[in-house]
């Protein structure tokens, strides 16, 4: 991959993240109206305060990308929560899966761009 697409690419990656994950804690961006049962799902996450957790690891991924450190390690642990975003918008929320998609294509991108650095966990 090409080292300034790669640069550009984690820059704005990481922004993204920093942005979304803010935006969990301090609500500058709107939600939109949502299905009950979309709705009852995430009340239950900031009921648990699991949201916090999901928007800490967004901020810290975010800031890890844009310092590139740990950011292969951020990458694995993001793709988790790229997965469940994309199920959460594909079975409660599908008119607004638009966001989702562009987490997980950025994250799979990012752990293709990684891929060297995964090379001792996949061996057999």
Do not use: C, W
């Amino acid at each position: 991959m090409n080292a300034t697409f790669f640069i550009g690419l984690r820059i704005v990656f990481g922004v993204f993240l920093i942005i979304f994950g803010s935006n969990k804690f301090f609500h500058f961006m709107p939600a939109g109206q949502m299905s009950e049962a979309a709705m009852n799902y995430f009340s239950a996450l900031m009921s648990t305060n699991t949201i916090n957790i999901i928007a800490l690891v967004e901020i810290v991924a975010g800031i890890s990308l844009l310092i590139n450190k740990f950011a292969s390690l951020m990458m694995l642990i993001l793709f988790i929560i790229s997965i469940n975003a994309i199920l959460f918008h594909a079975f409660l929320e599908p008119s607004s899966i638009g966001f989702a998609l562009v987490l997980l294509l950025l994250n799979i991108t990012m752990l293709y761009a990684y891929k060297d650095r995964y090379k001792d966990i996949l061996r057999p």
